[in-house]
């Protein structure tokens, strides 16, 4: 079975789902150093060795049997909607990538020429009404997510929830899943769960891989960028995303859960 975006340490220990634009490489990080000491020279996402990966052919056979495993603790962490998809279209959209040119190369220029955005010049840096650009890159985005038009839905504004169930519908059950927004308490209490061979502080954690390094700066508070048909689009794309990780949908300025997680109730509705 495929189990698309499952990282995994060497020791089998851990297994981690992934979710773009939710402290992936935070996370990728802290799995490596508990093997390795150390954290991988580079961005984690281009990590070869160290660390297993479904993307690794090596890889895939032993991610397989940990998923079947009661020795393997399976964990993925979460985030806001709003906070999520506005980190997606500022890094995405408007940013230079780490290759030095934009993300899938002519995505941006489509999106200028066929939804009217801007992007902050050809280096980010520039001035531009963000508000307007990011309404409008929101319904590209709803446009991708409801009918797979122009485009198939990107990873990175994917909903959580169908990322999640690649690893449900397959036979897989999560042990614990985190709020990103309670990060060293979610993250603590995965590492509490295993034996690492190097222990990891999580307040002498760097942060990686942040956003605003890649593109221009958020210039309004969260919820500036949404009006009611802004809100009525993250219904339509992210309502399961609200239900079941416990996140205000009424009030994009609350980026806090308002309850706590049901596993069980997350596993059944995943598996649908």
């Not at 990011?134 to 929830?161: E, G, N, V, Y």
Request: proline fraction near 6%; charged fraction near 25%; include cysteine.
């Amino acid at each position: 079975m495929p189990y698309p975006g499952i990282w995994m340490t060497e020791s089998e220990q851990i297994l981690y789902r992934v979710v773009p634009k939710a402290a992936c490489s935070s996370i990728g990080q802290i799995l490596y150093y508990t093997e390795h000491g150390t954290f991988f020279d580079g961005d984690i996402h281009d990590a070869r060795h160290g660390i297993h990966k479904w993307a690794l052919e090596h890889s895939q056979p032993l991610i397989s049997r940990a998923v079947e495993s009661p020795d393997t603790y399976k964990f993925s962490c979460v985030r806001n909607p709003y906070q999520r998809i506005l980190s997606s279209f500022f890094d995405k959209i408007c940013g230079v990538q780490r290759s030095g040119g934009r993300y899938r190369e002519t995505l941006v220029p489509f999106l200028i020429e066929n939804y009217d955005i801007e992007v902050g010049g050809e280096d980010g840096k520039q001035a531009f009404d963000q508000i307007r650009s990011f309404r409008r890159f929101l319904l590209f985005a709803r446009d991708t997510m409801q009918w797979h038009r122009p485009m198939a839905p990107d990873i990175h504004w994917s909903s959580i929830a169908d990322h999640l169930s690649t690893l449900v519908v397959n036979g897989g059950r999560f042990d614990s899943i985190f709020w990103v927004e309670r990060f060293d308490n979610g993250m603590q209490q995965v590492l509490d769960r295993v034996k690492t061979t190097h222990p990891v502080d999580l307040a002498d954690v760097p942060r990686f891989n942040q956003s605003q390094v890649h593109g221009p700066k958020r210039a309004h508070p969260v919820a500036d960028y949404f009006d009611d048909l802004s809100m009525h689009l993250m219904y339509e794309m992210y309502r399961r995303d609200f239900y079941l990780f416990k996140y205000d949908y009424f009030d994009p300025s609350n980026v806090m859960p308002m309850a706590e997680m049901d596993l069980d109730e997350i596993h059944a509705e995943l598996i649908k």
